[in-house]
């Protein structure tokens, strides 16, 4: 059990620019979840996958940002068109289909936008 | 609609004295709870879960939180602080079909010597 990876670590961009970031999940978890925390706050739920399929998007994820998981295995978040506001760390977690459904996290993806 | 409230966003404690980290939720179905702690530049590492069996629950490090559904709490406990405690803990609740994570705000723990 390797846990969960993220890649980049560390993202600075200029603002307008796209970003992509990648999430590998706990190999035999058919659950993957991205949430963005800004500084001093909670996470906040941004997506959710089923294997390949995306069930859930929230009201935070404007159409600037997509989400995929190719395969049901690794997934990526995309954010086209940056802006200022969407600095944050990008946090993506996996889980087996449970009751409880205990969730795992990466180490975050942090984005600045400058 | 499920959410939690963390109250004190900053704790200060002396290193060798209790722990109080208070959580309350908010939830029209029985909730599966859980406590996360966070250090800094790093994702968040899971301390214990609430899962409706006991109401006491024993995590990692010392940690424990007891549910408590006629107050709709749980507050997360430890006997003696360690200066390596210091860290930001985050109460949550799951929600829905998903399973989902609603977060508090969090709370920032200090640990005086």
């Known amino acids: 059990d390797t846990g969960v990876s993220q890649d980049p670590r560390h993202k600075i961009t200029k603002r307008g620019q796209n970003v992509t970031f990648r999430c590998d999940p706990i190999?035999?978890?058919?659950?993957l979840y991205w949430y963005r925390q800004t500084l001093g706050q909670g996470p906040e739920f941004l997506t959710y996958f089923q294997n390949e399929a995306q069930l859930e998007k929230s009201r935070l994820l404007s159409d600037r940002f997509s989400a995929e998981r190719p395969k049901g295995s690794f997934s990526t978040l995309e954010i086209q068109r940056t802006e200022q506001g969407d600095s944050a760390m990008y946090l993506c977690?996996?889980?087996?289909?449970?009751?409880?459904?205990?969730?795992?996290f990466g180490p975050g993806t942090r984005l600045t936008v400058l | 609609a499920q959410s939690v409230t963390q109250l004190g966003s900053h704790v200060s404690v002396s290193e060798g004295a209790l722990v109080l980290l208070r959580c309350n939720y908010s939830?029209?179905?029985?909730?599966?709870l859980f406590w996360y702690v966070q250090y800094p530049n790093q994702g968040l590492q899971l301390l214990l879960k609430y899962t409706s069996a006991a109401t006491l629950v024993k995590g990692i490090n010392g940690f424990e939180a007891e549910f408590k559904k006629s107050e709709t709490s749980f507050h997360l406990t430890k006997p003696s602080a360690h200066m390596s405690d210091a860290a930001e803990y985050f109460c949550a609740v799951s929600s829905g079909n998903t399973g989902k994570l609603i977060f508090g705000q969090g709370t920032t723990l200090q640990v005086k010597p």
């Open positions: 977690a996996s889980s087996r289909r449970t009751s409880d459904n205990e969730q795992f």
């Open positions: 190999s035999e978890h058919n659950r």
């Open positions: 939830s029209s179905v029985p909730p599966y």
